[in-house]
């Protein structure tokens, strides 16, 4: 076990000089001074590179062995170093007082969830047969087979691959089987916290900012997916990521920032199905906001047109195999008679909305995200960013109904199996944007920049 912890440590590491070069490439140099936030966004910004040029490879015929893992990496960070000049460090908001207790709990509760991680089996159904089956297929049989994966072994097959490709860094590096894959993949919410921090605590008050993320790491809901090493957090990190760092592009205006965007929309476009329906909504916001703004939307096309093109070859590898899931097996969404299935919208929409506010589920978060939407609304500086959030979320649970409307499976089944997850990825999108919407800090322009 310390063999193993140490060898994934190593592994882990090349993962987050991969994030400092996915950073750098973008101009941003995090504050060295801050080490737990910076290493939470090196490690989420690196675990999206990795996750999205891995399933490349893989798609390319690559097995991705422990020493092509570690040259991805090295590769990453050295595009970064090219970088010299024109990198900016967020100006550091100095926490006083009581309130430094806040940022000292949030490290306990994630220090306290990775122990956890790292003694959980992969004990989740889903977590099983949809993703863990493919990374240790990857590895048993020394790459993508299109046999296996067609078999009645995995399910979903046509599922994209970066949460199998995070999945591989411990199997790669601790042998397999591995009883690291929980921890392993629940290492991208472990950091999603820092990350939030290292990208926002120089935009919003330093109070505001502690709250809302020790309300995410304390998310009973959260923890628990987390556990049972399911996608839905995962995506909600990327996606969650993507529309900050898109939002503070609209505000400010920095290419590095629509980079990242493109770079977390592509992770969550790679990590499940409805990512790409997601994000499609994010960006689409995203060229209307700019344009409002008088800012050219171009750029924000240049993005999608990147984003799809890391998308394409696994859509075309996963057709060309005729791979399938639960819903094309059963007919695909155009089997159903949505007039006869009309019936379903209200109980579908009420399930959805009880799942989305259900304090059991998210403790303060949900109502933390609401009211901070409200009071964006009512001040002019903020209502932007509230109508962006209020638009991807809704947009987000519309997506949602529409699917349990239109699903060939049984609906009840469905709903049931389903929906506590599924809801992870609005919530947690609008919970991110809640620190911008309930303030900036006073020093919320002061950056450092290094010509």
């Known amino acids: 076990m310390i063999r193993d912890l140490a060898a994934l440590a190593v592994a882990n590491g090349a993962v987050i000089a991969a994030g400092h070069g996915v950073l750098r490439v973008g101009g941003i ?3 060295a001074g801050d080490l737990a936030w910076t290493l939470g966004a090196a490690y989420v910004a690196g675990a999206a590179g990795v996750g999205v040029l891995g399933s490349l490879l893989l798609v390319f015929g690559l097995p991705l062995l422990w020493w092509q893992l570690l040259l991805l990496c090295a590769t990453v960070a050295a595009l970064g170093l090219l970088r010299r000049g024109g990198l900016r460090t967020p100006a550091r908001v100095v926490t006083v007082g009581w309130e430094r207790v806040l940022p000292a709990a949030i490290l306990v509760v994630l220090s306290v969830l990775a122990i956890d991680l790292a003694v959980q089996p992969l004990w989740g159904d889903d977590a099983w047969s949809i993703w863990g089956v493919k990374a240790v297929a990857i590895v048993a049989l020394d790459g993508l087979d299109p046999a296996f994966l067609s078999s009645a072994s995995v399910l979903s097959a046509d599922y994209p691959l970066v949460v199998p490709v995070l999945e591989l860094v411990a199997l790669r590096f601790s042998g397999l089987p591995s009883e690291l894959v929980v921890l392993q993949l629940g290492l991208v919410f472990c950091a999603f916290p820092c ?17 809302v993320v020790l309300a995410i790491a304390l998310a009973p ?3 628990i997916q987390v556990a049972s090493a399911v996608a839905d957090v995962t995506l909600a990190v990327f996606f969650g990521l993507a529309g900050v760092a898109g939002w503070q592009w609209i505000e ?5 920032l629509l980079w990242l965007t493109g770079v977390f929309g592509a992770a969550a476009v790679g990590t499940k199905a409805e990512g790409a329906v997601f994000v499609a909504f994010l960006l689409g916001a995203l060229a209307v906001a700019a344009a409002r703004r008088g800012r050219s939307p171009a750029g924000v096309g240049v993005v999608a047109a990147a984003v799809a093109a890391t998308a394409a070859p696994w859509v075309l590898w996963s057709r060309a195999h005729e791979l399938g899931n639960a ?7 155009g089997s159903t008679d949505l007039t006869a299935a009309a019936e379903r919208l209200p109980r579908a929409a009420a399930a959805l909305a009880w799942e989305v506010v259900d304090p059991t589920s998210w403790l303060a978060l949900a109502a933390i995200a609401v009211a901070a939407v409200v009071v964006g609304l009512r001040h002019h500086a903020g209502r932007g960013a509230a109508a962006y959030t209020l638009f991807v979320s809704v947009a987000c649970l519309t997506v949602l109904l529409a699917v349990y409307w239109a699903t060939p499976l049984d609906f009840d089944y469905h709903v049931a199996t389903s929906v506590r997850r599924v809801v992870t990825v609005p919530v947690v999108f609008a919970a991110s944007m809640a620190p911008l919407l309930l303030g900036p800090s006073a020093g919320a322009e002061g950056v450092a920049v290094d010509r």
């Open 29 to 31: 140099r995090p504050a």
């Open 195 to 211: 990350a939030l921090v290292a990208f926002l605590r120089d935009r919003s008050r330093p109070l505001v900012l502690w709250t």
């Open 221 to 223: 809901t959260l923890q």
């Open 252 to 256: 400010r205006g920095e290419g590095g």
């Open 327 to 333: 819903v094309s097996e059963a007919g695909g969404f």
